[in-house]
């Protein structure tokens, strides 16, 4: 085993040395043929040049197979995930005997909502799992949703679907500043075996291919997104802990104050990007 991990460690180390340039296309993302989303901005100020003066979109990386299923929201796989959660919207549970429709007309009242979390309420960084769970335990007697579940993470993406077209906007100063330095701060740590930080791929090495795989900036602005190779919608902090387990690193939890202060700021990353969830990625 630690020969293999040796091995592995290695053939990436070379991989990253002299990787293959293929940039963001020049493609255009228009949704249902009316929405038009912003995959190309200028890079947020509070970034300081690390990424050049543009940030792009994930979904610029992906191959034209990829992106098409995104352009109509009846080739997204997504849209099955966004139809269970409209019934579980409906759906009474819990001793309180309320739905999430008894306490709200639709999910159109969350328009804009997405494009500002992770926020601070009441002193805590709190994302969107928070809010939905807090939701289920205080206003329906629920029990909790599992983090990575797929009865949570469709309702992300139904809530998240509603700012669909709109920026991100995520606040980083006043009471996020301390959250967003200490997401800051693992972004560039170098984590596990391999010693690779976030930084290293997607600040690094964004546009290149290592091996099969072409490296976006790490934009999060269509996340809960549904990956192709695992067939269904894949949370943040899903996401954020199989990037430290491949650098061969313990890795923290879903839902741990460290995730949530991370995807604060790798959110901030993409402010002016469009929210696109929910996204289709490889």
Not at 26 to 35: H, Q, R, V, Y
Request: proline share 4%; hydrophobic share 40%.
């Amino acid at each position: 085993m630690k020969i293999i991990k040796a091995l592995s460690a290695t053939a990436l180390a070379l991989a990253l040395a002299a990787p293959a340039v293929a940039g963001p296309d020049d493609d255009n993302l228009m949704i249902n043929g009316d929405l038009n989303m912003v995959t190309e901005t200028a890079a947020p100020d509070h970034l300081g040049g690390a990424l050049g003066s543009t940030i792009y979109s994930g979904w610029r990386f992906r191959t034209d197979e990829t992106q098409s299923l995104q352009t109509d929201d009846f080739d997204n796989p997504a849209m099955l995930f966004i139809d269970q959660a409209m019934d579980l919207f409906n759906t009474v549970d819990g001793t309180e005997g309320k739905s999430c429709a008894s306490c709200h007309d639709g999910p159109e009242q969350f328009a804009g909502l997405a494009a500002t979390m992770p926020k601070v309420i009441d002193g805590k960084l709190v994302v969107m799992e928070d809010l939905l769970n807090g939701h289920r335990a205080k206003a329906m007697g629920a029990e909790p949703w599992k983090w990575s579940g797929d009865e949570m993470q469709s309702m992300v993406a139904l809530i998240g679907l509603q700012s669909r077209g709109m920026p991100v906007n995520v606040a980083i100063d006043g009471p996020a500043a301390p959250f967003w330095e200490q997401g800051k701060e693992m972004y560039y740590t170098r984590y596990g075996q391999l010693e690779l930080s976030c930084a290293n791929c997607h600040e690094d090495n964004w546009g290149n291919m290592i091996r099969a795989d072409h490296l976006s900036m790490g934009q999060i602005n269509g996340f809960p997104t549904y990956r192709l190779k695992q067939a269904k919608l894949i949370s943040k902090h899903n996401r954020f802990r199989g990037c430290i387990r491949d650098t061969m690193a313990e890795t923290f939890a879903e839902g741990s104050d460290e995730f949530r202060a991370l995807e604060l700021y790798v959110q901030s990353r993409g402010n002016g990007l469009s929210v696109e969830t929910p996204a289709v990625r490889q």
